[in-house]
């Protein structure tokens, strides 16, 4: 059981948008430490997806957008494509644990 | 082209050790940190270690403290991770992960990623 918790599964049709939640706590996310997001395509090695809540590496499609407010973080994903089928994770710092730590990972389904 | 390429996962006894390495090139090594970063079949990422880059500072989450070592060599470019004493739950994909801070964000984020070493503990 993950200290940063994100929804299993998430699932839409090509062009919708879907979210996905990263739940913290006031010794991680809510301590003010910033949520990073992984894409994970299957087989493949993790590939960083979002920075510091909200920032885009260059080559992410702005179709990718994060935010984060008190103790949560959320992915937004519009206009759904085939490709975006992966799992993704949050990841941020647990002052408690002093170390980083992530989300156990939600699976999206492009329907 | 930045590349991180790992090597020494194998399959070991429990109560083994295992010694991975990360090559990596495209950058200048000697001026970031690293981390390691494990995946066990099925299952999430779980952060492992953590070594600045003149290895002043080194981190391990505790599942690990005690039996895993992070090193590593700049004048070779790469990146260790000795692990003793090893245990069934320590099956996993190693990565090993460039770290990165900049003053957009509190805390460091990983980019890029190796392709991965499998490690599996099994007697």
């Known amino acids: 059981q993950s200290v940063l918790t994100q929804p299993p599964s998430v699932s839409g049709a090509p062009g919708q948008r879907v979210t996905i939640s990263c739940t913290g706590s006031?010794?991680?996310?809510?301590?003010?430490?910033?949520v990073h997001w992984y894409q994970q395509l299957p087989g493949t090695a993790p590939k960083l997806l979002i920075y510091?809540?909200?920032n885009r590496p260059s080559g992410v499609p702005d179709r990718f957008s994060g935010s984060k407010s008190g103790t949560s973080a959320s992915l937004a994903i519009t206009g759904l494509q085939a490709e975006d089928e992966a799992d993704y994770y949050c990841?941020?710092?647990?002052?408690?644990?002093?170390?980083?730590?992530f989300g156990g990972g939600t699976k999206l389904t492009v329907l | 082209e930045v590349q991180l390429v790992e090597s020494g996962g194998g399959l070991v006894q429990p109560g083994g050790s295992l010694r991975l390495s990360c090559a990596a090139s495209?950058?200048?090594?000697?001026?970031?940190?690293m981390n390691w970063v494990r995946q066990a079949p099925g299952k999430g990422l779980e952060w492992v270690s953590y070594?600045?880059?003149?290895?002043?500072?080194?981190y391990y989450a505790d599942s690990v403290k005690g039996r895993f070592t992070i090193s590593r060599d700049n004048a070779k470019n790469s990146l260790y991770l000795q692990m003793n004493s090893l245990r069934d739950e320590d099956t996993a994909v190693y990565y090993c992960?460039?770290?990165?801070?900049?003053?957009?964000?509190?805390?460091?984020?990983?980019?890029?990623w190796g392709q991965g070493t499998l490690v599996t503990v099994s007697s």
């Open positions: 495209g950058f200048t090594f000697s001026s970031y940190s």
């Open positions: 006031s010794s991680n996310i809510g301590a003010g430490y910033d």
């Open positions: 510091g809540n909200s």
């Open positions: 070594i600045s880059s003149s290895s002043s500072t080194i």
């Open positions: 990841q941020s710092y647990d002052s408690s644990l002093s170390g980083f730590l």
């Open positions: 992960a460039r770290d990165r801070v900049d003053i957009v964000a509190t805390i460091d984020w990983f980019d890029p």
